[in-house]
């Protein structure tokens, strides 16, 4: 049988979730250590789609189905073919709806598998602009951050609206990744944000959508200028923020403040928030397995370690 398969992979927003989604900058690294691929193969008979991978949450949360239905049918309009005789599956190590941009990431690689198995080329803004379609299903108001950081190989640093910055990350780091193993919930996260903004008393609700935006950008020198102690500090406070903003809950809020005692720099809940993963930041990697540890034993049922630019251990 014929098939063709497209690939994308997980993403860590650094700093700035949220806040890009109201035009305020943000820096998010592409997670290759958990990845996604799609493959559709020639069959007979109407569509089939095999998405064994969502099978636990899709009862919970329909618009991710949604998403993945739009996601093949604005490829297909796109491509002007129909859904007829083709067999779709996707397999996926990463975990779907834990702030690891996983919505996004199922529509990058079910977009590519597509365009390769209909012989098309795929360039990155038709990509983007596909995807932010389905997106738009899966979140309500996408930034579009994720579908970029899914995508493609570079850390990134954004803005809304204006053209993605591939940004080097130059720190001598690591960053240590914690699941909560508890299903977080983007959407309302996004639209509870929003309702505060567009609420009775917004004032206090824009200065941290602000205060974030300027971490965000202040990260990105630290991250210039090698200071990990710096970057830690504006991820606590990035992580109190959010809190502030209703975006964190128990399990994150535990994780965090175990990296914590157990020497991180600092350390933050990671995408959309209420579960999902948090990050911590650690100087060599001794220092990252102890986090590591401490994190496992508050609770998170997956952790891993990331090696950010230029670190040699010590
Ligand atoms: C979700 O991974 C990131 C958010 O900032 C939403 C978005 O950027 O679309 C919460």
Avoid at 251 to 274: I, Q, W
Wanted: aromatic share 6%; proline share 5%; hydrophobic share 40%.
């Amino acid at each position: 049988t014929r098939c063709s398969t497209g690939t994308s992979h997980g993403k860590i927003i650094l700093m700035g979730e949220h806040a890009v989604v109201h035009g305020e900058p943000s820096i998010a690294l592409p997670f290759p250590a958990v990845e996604m691929t799609a493959t559709v193969c020639e069959a007979k008979g109407p569509l089939t789609i095999d998405c064994s991978y969502y099978n636990g949450i899709a009862a919970e949360m329909p618009e991710i189905l949604e998403s993945m239905r739009t996601a093949i049918h604005s490829a297909m309009a796109e491509l002007q073919v129909s859904d007829e005789n083709l067999a779709i599956s996707l397999a996926s190590t990463i975990p779907a709806e834990r702030g690891m941009g996983s919505s996004a990431a199922v529509s990058v690689a079910l977009t590519r598998a597509l365009f390769a198995y209909f012989d098309k080329p795929l360039n990155e803004a038709t990509l983007l602009r596909l995807v932010n379609i389905s997106e738009k299903v899966a979140h309500g108001n996408p930034s579009g951050l994720d579908a970029a950081t899914a995508s493609g190989d570079a850390p990134l640093f954004y803005i809304k609206g204006q053209p993605f910055e591939a940004f080097p990350l130059n720190l001598k780091a690591y960053l240590i990744v914690g699941d909560t193993g508890v299903t977080g919930q983007t959407k309302e996260a996004v639209s509870s944000i929003a309702a505060k903004l567009n609420g009775k008393n917004p004032q206090p609700y824009r200065d941290a959508i602000s205060r974030l935006g300027t971490f965000a950008l202040t990260a990105k020198s630290a991250i210039e200028a090698n200071d990990p102690s710096q970057l830690g500090e504006l991820m606590n406070q990035a992580h109190a923020v959010l809190s502030f903003l209703d975006v964190s809950s128990p399990d994150l809020d535990r994780l965090v403040s175990a990296a914590r005692f157990g020497g991180a720099l600092g350390a933050k809940l990671t995408g959309g928030g209420r579960g999902g993963c948090m990050i911590a930041l650690a100087r060599n990697r001794s220092e990252a397995e102890k986090i590591e540890e401490a994190i496992r034993q508050a609770g998170a049922i997956r952790t891993w370690i990331y090696q950010m630019g230029g670190t040699e251990d010590v």
